[in-house]
Antibody, heavy 120, light 108 residues
Framework: EVQLVQSGAEVKKPGESLKISCKGSGYSFTSYWIGWVRQMPGKGLEWMGIIYPGDSDTRYSPSFQGQVTISADKSISTAYLQWSSLKASDTAMYYC?????????????WGQGTLVTVSS | EIVLTQSPGTLSLSPGERATLSCRASQSVSSSYLAWYQQKPGQAPRLLIYGASSRATGIPDRFSGSGSGTDFTLTISRLEPEDFAVYYCQQYGSSPTTFGQGTKVEIK
């Protein structure tokens, strides 16, 4: 079974750094792009960026370029999303998902989500 | 970027009724690269349809997708209790990929 399992919920203060993870299993992790999607409380879905774990080729949405860093460690089949300095407005649920085709595709399956809360 | 507008915002229906959800794009979506997702409270989205009309693995045949160009439709032929949820469309024909704002299907 293809599965993406994300790290647990985080509570952080403004200005702190954070790295959340997404571990893939049941398929060749290096052969599919992985994307990250933000969902702010009570809102819709926003694409943040994608990474190809095979060579770490990374693309960002213009809205998130410079705000986050996406990376991957193919040796442990894990993708990451990180912030160097969190803001209250980063409070959201973050999902990773596998792309159904290279670069631009549908997302399937999805991880269970990681809730990030940023509050002083 | 392509803006997707979903309508209606909320659809109030009874179990057994037919649901018709619309997704309209601000520009033509190339190759009918449009997907639909279902999201229930507290859960991650689940892929229903990709390529405008292809059902994802394990999706019941009461879900169907249609359309091309700028107008796409998700139809649920007979609503089951588990179908009451929020539905999102996504275009992946041009970068950046974008999502609609969602349609909530609620029990009348």
């Amino acid at each position: 079974e293809v599965q993406l399992v994300q790290s647990g919920a985080e509570v952080k203060k403004p200005g702190e750094s954070l790295k959340i993870s997404c571990k893939g299993s049941g398929y060749s992790f290096t052969s599919y792009w992985i994307g990250w999607v933000r969902q702010m409380p009570g809102k819709g879905l926003e694409w943040m960026g994608i990474i190809y774990p095979g060579d770490s080729d990374t693309r960002y949405s213009p809205s998130f370029q410079g705000q986050v860093t996406i990376s991957a460690d193919k040796s442990i089949s894990t993708a990451y999303l990180q912030w160097s300095s969190l803001k209250a407005s980063d409070t959201a649920m973050y999902y990773c998902a596998r792309l159904g085709q290279p670069l631009l595709g549908w997302f399937d399956p999805w991880g269970q989500g990681t809730l990030v809360t940023v509050s002083s | 970027e392509i803006v997707l507008t979903q309508s209606p915002g909320t659809l109030s229906l009874s179990p057994g009724e037919r649901a018709t959800l619309s997704c309209r794009a601000s520009q033509s979506v190339s190759s009918s690269y449009l997907a639909w997702y279902q999201q229930k409270p507290g859960q991650a989205p689940r892929l229903l349809i990709y390529g405008a009309s292809s059902r994802a693995t394990g999706i019941p045949d009461r879900f169907s997708g249609s359309g091309s160009g700028t107008d796409f439709t998700l139809t649920i032929s007979r609503l089951e209790p588990e179908d009451f949820a929020v539905y999102y469309c996504q275009q992946y024909g041009s970068s950046p990929t974008t999502f609609g704002q969602g349609t909530k299907v609620e029990i009348k």
